[in-house]
């Protein structure tokens, strides 16, 4: 018996910027962004296109490839941190645009771990009831909470959204375990302000300052070495070895963290997908977009072992395997 996905999707939005665009918008070019980052384009949310729209239909595509119904949805959590408002969260507005009206749902901030996160979550709802089937998301429209004119960050990121449907099953598959962590003294390395959480003078005032803010070589440094920690502490936790695992879909953030991770664990390139270079960083949704793309190009089979890793603000990171 285990916890399985039943179904993924994933929706990226209409218009796509390359690098190219974005040499009119800040001071850089092509050839820095592909070498620093491995990103090639990124998509760029519309109108219509706000964070539950997108949450929604990647939803909608994950119900359907599990045959799942809304209404046979217990629970819906969505891993963001460009929420479509600040309440109510973006999980409600998701529960009703996909009509899931037997579900309790909620928003879920930790960043680029977000969809991790949300998976811990959904394990241990369904090892308390077999019942359950739980709706986990990740979507970002990061492009609502860049500065166009900071160079360092503006070029990282992406829009999109990804889905899975969590359920329970009698055979020997499922979730074999997770390790989850995070380090909130380091959250100024990779921080968003909002609104101040304090106003004692009682004072009307402009948000000036909702933008990703970051130190890229800091945060580099410890994105490697978390996600190679949790990786390995999860691994022997369960005695197991990198040699059992069929494929890791890591956090999408940039190509050289990914190469550098592909390195520590010594794995074969081959093993790790990767889709950075279509998409950026999508944050929370870049593990369900990247599941979802390798689930439709037929790289998983049943049986296979899948490790996932994340890192993200906070800091927050994890690892988490699943036999498929
Ligand atoms: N285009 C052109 N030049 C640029 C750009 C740009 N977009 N951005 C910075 N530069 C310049 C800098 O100004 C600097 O110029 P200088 O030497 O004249 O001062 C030079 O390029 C080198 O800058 P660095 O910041 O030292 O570049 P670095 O090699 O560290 O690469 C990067 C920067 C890509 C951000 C890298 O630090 C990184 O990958 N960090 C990880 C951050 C990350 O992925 N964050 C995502 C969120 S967290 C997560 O998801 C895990």
Same mark, same amino acid.
């Given at each position: 018996m285990g916890i399985v996905v039943l179904g993924t999707g994933s929706c990226l939005p209409k218009r796509v910027m390359s690098n190219v665009d974005l040499e009119s918008i800040v001071d850089t070019n092509d050839e820095w962004i592909r070498t620093r980052t491995g990103i090639e384009s990124r998509h760029i949310g519309g109108k219509d296109e706000q964070t539950y729209i997108l &949450?929604?239909?990647?939803? *909608?595509?994950? /119900?359907?490839?599990?045959?799942?119904?809304?209404?046979?949805?217990?629970?819906?959590?969505?891993? !963001?941190?460009?929420?479509?408002?600040?309440?109510?969260? !973006?999980?409600?507005?998701?529960?009703?645009?996909?009509? #899931?009206?037997? &579900? @309790?749902?909620?928003?879920?901030?930790? #960043?680029?771990?977000?969809?991790?996160?949300?998976?811990?979550?959904?394990?241990?709802?369904?090892? &308390?009831?077999?019942?359950?089937?739980?709706?986990?998301?990740?979507? *970002?429209?990061?492009?609502?909470?860049?500065?166009?004119?900071?160079?360092? !960050?503006?070029?990282?990121?992406?829009?999109?959204?990804?889905?899975?449907? @969590?359920g329970f099953t009698d055979d020997d598959r499922g979730i074999i375990g997770t390790h989850m962590l995070s380090d909130g003294s380091l959250w100024e390395l990779l921080h968003m302000h909002g609104p101040e959480s304090s106003n004692p003078d009682l004072k009307v005032e402009n948000n000036t300052g909702a933008f990703i803010r970051m130190e890229g070589r800091e945060v580099f440094k410890h994105a490697v070495r978390a996600m190679e920690d949790s990786v390995n502490t999860l691994l022997a936790s369960k005695g197991l070895s990198i040699d059992d695992i069929s494929l890791i879909i890591p956090h999408q953030a940039n190509i050289r963290i990914l190469h550098k991770l592909v390195e520590r664990l010594k794995v074969t390139p081959d093993k790790v997908f990767i889709n950075v270079s279509k998409y950026?960083?999508?944050?929370?949704?870049?593990?369900?977009?990247?599941?979802?793309?390798?689930?439709?190009?037929?790289?998983?089979? *049943?049986?296979? /072992?899948?490790? @996932?890793?994340? @890192?993200?603000?906070?800091? !927050?990171?994890?690892?988490a395997l699943i036999k498929w």
């Open positions: &949450a929604s239909r990647a939803a *909608e595509k994950a /119900m359907v490839a599990a045959e799942v119904t809304p209404d046979q949805i217990g629970l819906i959590v969505v891993g !963001t941190i460009s929420s479509h408002m600040q309440m109510p969260s !973006t999980a409600c507005f998701v529960q009703t645009e996909i009509g #899931a009206k037997n &579900a @309790f749902a909620y928003d879920l901030n930790a #960043a680029c771990s977000g969809f991790m996160y949300g998976l811990d979550l959904a394990y241990k709802y369904i090892l &308390a009831d077999h019942s359950m089937k739980v709706l986990v998301i990740g979507a *970002e429209t990061l492009s609502s909470r860049l500065d166009w004119a900071d160079r360092n !960050t503006c070029i990282l990121f992406g829009d999109g959204a990804g889905a899975a449907v @969590f950026g960083n999508t944050s929370a949704a870049s593990i369900p977009i990247a599941l979802d793309d390798a689930n439709s190009q037929g790289l998983i089979a *049943e049986g296979d /072992m899948v490790l @996932f890793c994340s @890192f993200g603000g906070g800091f !927050t990171w994890g690892a």
